[in-house]
C-alpha cells in the first residue's frame, strides 16, 4: 500500500532569531525538501522614499541612516550625498573624498562582521560571534571618536564631510588595520577547515551565473556566483580609482563560495584603508553649499557598492528646495529575491543556512 | 554607452525620443537666447553712454528650465516598450542582461515608469522612460525578459498603482494587503487603515457598554 504524502506549509518569522529582522518565510515542504519559498516582506517598510520628497537636501542624510540600511548607514549617506552631488554640480574636496573611502570600507568591513559572527551563531559556531563583534567594537569606537555616534552617525554632508579626523585618528585607525588583518586569518583558520562548517555550507544554496543576473542579484551573492563585477572597479567614484585592490570572485556559488567571498573582502577593504591613510591630502573638507540648497531640475542615478551589493539611488528634482521624487535601488531587495531559487531542493534545515549567506538587512529590503 | 551605439539603437527604432539629446538641444536654445539678450542689453548701455543718460540695469539670468538628464536617457512608447527591451536585451551590441530597477515617477499629470538597464559586459547602461496616462496606468510587464523585475513591478504596483499587465502574480509587497491608494502618488492622503479603525471602534463600544475606563483601570465614576 501506498503511503499518502501532502505538502506542508511553514511560516518561518516575522518574529523568528534567525531571519535578521522582520521577516516571513513561507516553506512549502514535502517532508523534508523544500518545495517553494515565497518571501513575505514589509514589515519594516517606513516608506522613506516619501519621507525624503517633504524634508529639505540637507535633512535627509540623516534620514538615509535611519531609513535604510542601519548596519551600512555611512554607505547610505554617500549614495544620497553623491546624488546630490552629481544633480546640483557640486564638487568635493579631496581630502573630504579619502576621508569618505576611509569611512566606507570601515563600514564595510563592521557590516561584513556582524554578518559572519551572526551567520556562526545560526550555524552553531558561537565563538566567531565573539570574535567578530570584539573586532567591530573596535571599529564603533574609531567612528565614534570621528561622527560621534556608533550606528547613526550623519556625518556625510553634501559637498563633504561634516568634521576632520580627530588628532592621531589616522594612527590609530592604521594600528586598527594592522591588528585586524591576523584576526581575519584567525576567523579563516576557526570555520574553512571546519568539517561541520562545510557541511552545512559547501554545495548548498546553489545560484547558477545566469540566474544571478537575471535575478538581479549583486555584490558578494553575485561574485560568488561567478560575476567578477563591483562598482567600485566599473563606475569608480570618490577616489576607488586611485586605488589597488582586487575583486574577490568566486565560480561555485553556494554559501562557502559566498561567505569566502565576504571574508577576502574584508582583507581588500583593509588595503583600501590603508592606502587612503597613507594618500590622504591636507585641506578642506567641505565645500560651502548653502543650507536651503536647491538642485537644479533634473534626474540622476549614482550606484555604489555598498556591503551588500549595488546601492543605488534614483534621485528626480522639480528645482524645489526638496527632491521630487527618491528611488533606492535597495541591493538586499534584489537578493532576497533571488533566494527563492537557492532554496528549490534543499532541506529544511538548510533555510537558515541559505537566509543567512545573502546578508539581507530588512530595513533595505522594505526601506 | 557610445554616439555610436545610441545611433544604431535610434536607426532600429525611429519613434524612441532621445530625451539626453533633447535636452541639450533645448539647453543651446536658451543659452542663445541669454546671448541674444546680453548682447541687446550691450547695446543699450553703449547708446545710453553716447546719450549722456543713465546706464540700463544689469541683466540677471533666470533660473535654466531645462530639465538635465545624466546619462543616455530615452522616451519609449508603452507599446513598444517590450519589442525595445528584447531587443537591447538579445542584441551582443547592446546585451542588457541586468535590469537594476523599475520605478515610477507621478508628474501629477502623468506617469513615467522607469526602467535602468545594465550591461555587465559592455559596461554601460541606459535609462528607459515610458509616459503613461494618470487614468489609464498600464505598462506591459518585463518578467518575461529579466525575471529579478517581478519583486519591483510588484513594488512599482503597490506605492505607485502601475498596472502590469502580464505580470504572474501582481499584488502588493510593502504594504498590507488590505491597503487602500498608493502611498507614493502625490495626491495620496494618509488615512488609518479601515482594519485599526474597525479595532478602535470596537474597544469604545466595549467600553461604553461595561462603563470600564480607558485600558481597563477600574469602573468610570
Request: with cysteine; net charge negative; glycine share 6%.
Amino acid at each position: 500500500m501506498a503511503l499518502r504524502t501532502e505538502e506542508l506549509m511553514l511560516n518561518m518569522g516575522p518574529q523568528h532569531p534567525s531571519t535578521h529582522g522582520v521577516l516571513r518565510l513561507v516553506v512549502t515542504l514535502d517532508g523534508e525538501n523544500i518545495i517553494e519559498v515565497q518571501p513575505d516582506i514589509g514589515y519594516l517598510h517606513s516608506s522613506v522614499e516619501k519621507m525624503m520628497e517633504h524634508r529639505t537636501y540637507f535633512q535627509n542624510v540623516s534620514l538615509t541612516d535611519r531609513g535604510m540600511d542601519y548596519l551600512i548607514a555611512l554607505q547610505n549617506e554617500e549614495v544620497y550625498c553623491l546624488a546630490v552631488e552629481r544633480l546640483a554640480g557640486i564638487e568635493v574636496p579631496e581630502r573630504a573624498r579619502y576621508i569618505r573611502v576611509v569611512m566606507n570600507e570601515l563600514q564595510r568591513i563592521a557590516s561584513h562582521l556582524v554578518w559572519l559572527g551572526t551567520w556562526g551563531i545560526d550555524l552553531g559556531a558561537t565563538t566567531v560571534f565573539l570574535w567578530c563583534f570584539r573586532e567591530r567594537e573596535m571599529i564603533m569606537d574609531l567612528f565614534e571618536q570621528v561622527t560621534g555616534g556608533r550606528l547613526h552617525h550623519a556625518y556625510y554632508r553634501i559637498g563633504g564631510v561634516y568634521a576632520d579626523l580627530p588628532e592621531g585618528w589616522a594612527e590609530q585607525c592604521q594600528r586598527f588595520v594592522d591588528y585586524f588583518l591576523p584576526r581575519v586569518d584567525e576567523y579563516d583558520a576557526l570555520l574553512t577547515a571546519n568539517p561541520i562548517f562545510l557541511a552545512r555550507t559547501r554545495g548548498v544554496g546553489v545560484i547558477s551565473r545566469r540566474d544571478a543576473i537575471a535575478m538581479g542579484a549583486s555584490g558578494p551573492v553575485a561574485r560568488a556566483s561567478g560575476i567578477a563585477l563591483d562598482v567600485r572597479k566599473e563606475e569608480p567614484y570618490e577616489v576607488y580609482d586611485r586605488m589597488q585592490f582586487d575583486v574577490p570572485v568566486q565560480s561555485e556559488g553556494d554559501c562557502f563560495a559566498r561567505y569566502r567571498v565576504r571574508l577576502e573582502e574584508m582583507r581588500q577593504s583593509a588595503r583600501i584603508i590603508r592606502q587612503a591613510l597613507r594618500g590622504l591630502p591636507p585641506g578642506e573638507i567641505r565645500t560651502r553649499v548653502p543650507m536651503t540648497m536647491k538642485a537644479p531640475r533634473g534626474e540622476v542615478y549614482v550606484r555604489t557598492e555598498s556591503a551588500r551589493g549595488d546601492l543605488g539611488i534614483f534621485l528626480v528634482s522639480d528645482g524645489g528646495e526638496t527632491p521630487y521624487r527618491v528611488k533606492i535601488r535597495a541591493p538586499s531587495f534584489s537578493n532576497l529575491y533571488a533566494l527563492t531559487e537557492m532554496m528549490k531542493g534543499w532541506k529544511v534545515a538548510d533555510v537558515i543556512a541559505i537566509l543567512g549567506s545573502i546578508d539581507i538587512v530588512l530595513s533595505d529590503v522594505d526601506r | 554607452m557610445s554616439p555610436e551605439r545610441i545611433a544604431q539603437f535610434l536607426e532600429r527604432f525611429p519613434r524612441v525620443r532621445d530625451l539626453a539629446a533633447e535636452q541639450r538641444a533645448e539647453q543651446a536654445r536658451e543659452d542663445e537666447e541669454w546671448a541674444a539678450k546680453q548682447r541687446e542689453w550691450q547695446e543699450a548701455v553703449e547708446r545710453a553712454k553716447a546719450e549722456g543718460k543713465p546706464a540700463p540695469r544689469p541683466l540677471k539670468r533666470e533660473e535654466s528650465r531645462v530639465y538635465h538628464y545624466h546619462g543616455p536617457t530615452f522616451g519609449v512608447e508603452r507599446e513598444e516598450l517590450l519589442d525595445v527591451c528584447r531587443w537591447l536585451r538579445d542584441n551582443p551590441e547592446f546585451d542588457m542582461s541586468y535590469l537594476s530597477f523599475v520605478s515610477a515617477i507621478d508628474w501629477r499629470d502623468r506617469f513615467e515608469v522607469v526602467y535602468h538597464l545594465r550591461s555587465p559586459a559592455r559596461r554601460h547602461s541606459v535609462v528607459l522612460k515610458v509616459p503613461v496616462p494618470r487614468d489609464d496606468p498600464r505598462v506591459p510587464s518585463v518578467t518575461g525578459l529579466w525575471r529579478g523585475a517581478e519583486w519591483h513591478e510588484r513594488e512599482a504596483y503597490d506605492l505607485l498603482g502601475i498596472v502590469f499587465e502580464g505580470h504572474p502574480d501582481l499584488r502588493r509587497i510593502l504594504m498590507s494587503a488590505d491597503w487602500k491608494g498608493h502611498p507614493l502618488r502625490k495626491d495620496y492622503v494618509y488615512e488609518d487603515p479601515q482594519w485599526l479603525v474597525e479595532v478602535a471602534s470596537q474597544r469604545q463600544r466595549e467600553i461604553a457598554a461595561t462603563g470600564e475606563d480607558w485600558e481597563g483601570r477600574g469602573s468610570r465614576s
